[in-house]
């Protein structure tokens, strides 16, 4: 699943990593308990990896570019090369991505991934909350992205858990990408800095004062912002039909 290249944008998908920090810092360990670490068997049958977040027990939240044959979620980590007593590795039953998700625009690129067996509530392991369907996120917000991807272009991904502040952008300022839609993006993260989000952990969320307000998905080759990210609010109606029938 190779996507093209769109005014020097890459589209992030798994198999060539995804977004994460750079210009961040090692997390807290645990300060992020919504957290997974996905682990991908593609279509074409090797390994690759997203991230994810938790929002119920039965329930992780990911990009839908992150679809593959089989997904393990990984839940309670913070150093993947140190497997710890809080770590919880649960299959993926069902992968549900939005009905509309294009892989050439990357619009609706959000998917539910159904647990087969039900998280257990830790200190390490907890859900995150979701906006509602009206919320909008004022421009100059600041909030934070965690993921365990690379922390510069040529740099190797992370194996503790990074995080780094980026700050919601007007909608003007990702007028250089292809395909905007600042109803269904968000523009992430000042053009003047070095922080960035960048390869490594698509899938991961956007939080803003303890909330999931958008998933990482889209950036530029050379990891300079902003970002494009799929704003969760107009997929909350969605999300919540889903939660309740499947």
Known sequence: MQAPFLLLAFLLPPEAGA???IGGVESK???HPYMAHLEIVTDRGYGTSCGGFLI???FMMTAAHCKGRKITVILGAHNMKKEKSTWQ???VSKQISHPKYSSVTRFNDIMLLKLKTRARWTHAVKPIYLPIWSTF???RTV???AGWGRTGVREPASDTLREVQLRIMDAS???GYLFYNSNLQICVGDPRKTKSAYKEDSGG???CAGVAYSIVYYGYMDAKPPNLFTRISPYVPWINNILKNI
């Open 173 to 175: 300022t990702c007028r």
């Open 137 to 139: 996120i004022p421009p």
């Open 29 to 31: 360990p645990h300060s």
């Open 205 to 207: 969320p956007l939080v």
């Open 19 to 21: 977004e994460e920090i």
């Open 143 to 145: 909030c934070t992205v």
């Open 56 to 58: 119920s027990q039965d």
């Open 89 to 91: 590795k649960i299959e």
